[in-house]
């Protein structure tokens, strides 16, 4: 059995990062959400994330602390 691709998905509205989440999970993908940049930051940091998608107007972004 071929591993998961992880996919880290990040957005300031939860409602959209639900639809997204359902939507991959039942293609097969593992799915990592959360809502603000520093959060994502870390995750991403640990490893393990194959690809990002993220909004481009999330509010919740701040300047990277690195």
Known sequence: MKPKRT???VDD???SLSIR???LET???R???CTGGEQALE????GGIDL???DLIC???TEPSW
């Open 43 to 46: 995750i991403f940091k640990k």
């Open 27 to 29: 293609r097969g993908y």
């Open 31 to 33: 799915v990592i959400t």
């Open 21 to 23: 989440k359902v939507m």
């Open 59 to 61: 509010r919740v972004w």
């Open 7 to 9: 996919i880290l998905c």
């Open 13 to 15: 509205n939860e409602q």
């Open 52 to 54: 990002v998608l993220t």
